[in-house]
């Protein structure tokens, strides 16, 4: 089930802590891949997230990185 949470911390720091709150297992996050200049500006909340998180973290890339290279039909995934 989803859930909203109101936050004045950190994006990144309210997903690792709310991860270890509640028993999470596994963190899946998705990354717009950005680099160079856009990323020291943007930063990336899945890397801080990779950092401070107590479990395993999931990085896949967005839908826009899927459809750059002609994957646009996300329907089944594999967890292995």
Request: glycine share 8%; with cysteine.
């Amino acid at each position: 089930s989803a859930q909203v949470l109101r936050t004045t911390a950190p994006i990144y720091q309210e997903i690792s802590d709310w991860a270890s709150a509640n028993g999470v297992h596994g963190i899946f996050i998705a990354t717009h891949g950005r680099t160079g200049l856009k990323h020291l500006f943007l930063g990336s909340t899945a890397e801080r997230v990779i950092r401070t998180a107590r479990c395993p973290v999931f990085v896949v890339p967005a839908r826009e990185e899927f459809e750059k290279v002609g994957y646009s039909q996300r329907k089944n995934l594999l967890v292995a």
